[in-house]
């Protein structure tokens, strides 16, 4: 079992910036990769971006590539996904998810946090 619990979300102005985090406990050696997605009212769960839990390899989504950084700090168990320059579009609610291997498909994905919303105003 693993559990995994997001932070960082709120409000936040247009041009603004986040840090949203995902703390990961119990069978913490099973996670082999790490993905943020976010789903906005109305619309599909989206692929944000993801990280090789070991390697460090990550990925991010050419709707958010130039402002979004994925990161991980494995003595803390934690993966963060770090926000710039945020748009109104990128309002969602931000999962993080683990599953055995790179993926962009929600399917793959084994376990999944709360979610944090995060909300960008004009």
């Known amino acids: 079992q693993v559990q995994l619990v997001e932070s960082g979300g709120g409000l936040v102005q247009a041009g603004g910036s986040l840090r949203l985090s995902c703390a990961a406990s119990g069978s913490t050696f099973s996670i082999f990769y790490m993905g943020w997605f976010r789903q906005a009212p109305g619309k599909e769960r989206e692929f944000v971006g993801g990280i090789s839990w070991s390697g460090g390899s990550t990925y991010v989504a050419d709707s958010v590539k130039g402002r979004f950084t994925i990161s991980r700090d494995n003595a803390k168990n934690t993966v963060y996904l770090q926000m710039n320059s945020l748009k109104p579009e990128d309002t969602a609610v931000y999962y993080c998810?683990?599953?055995?291997?790179?993926?962009?498909?929600?399917?793959?994905?084994?376990?999944w946090g709360q979610g944090t919303r995060v909300t960008v105003s004009s």
């Open positions: 998810a683990t599953a055995p291997r790179a993926s962009r498909s929600p399917e793959m994905y084994d376990y």
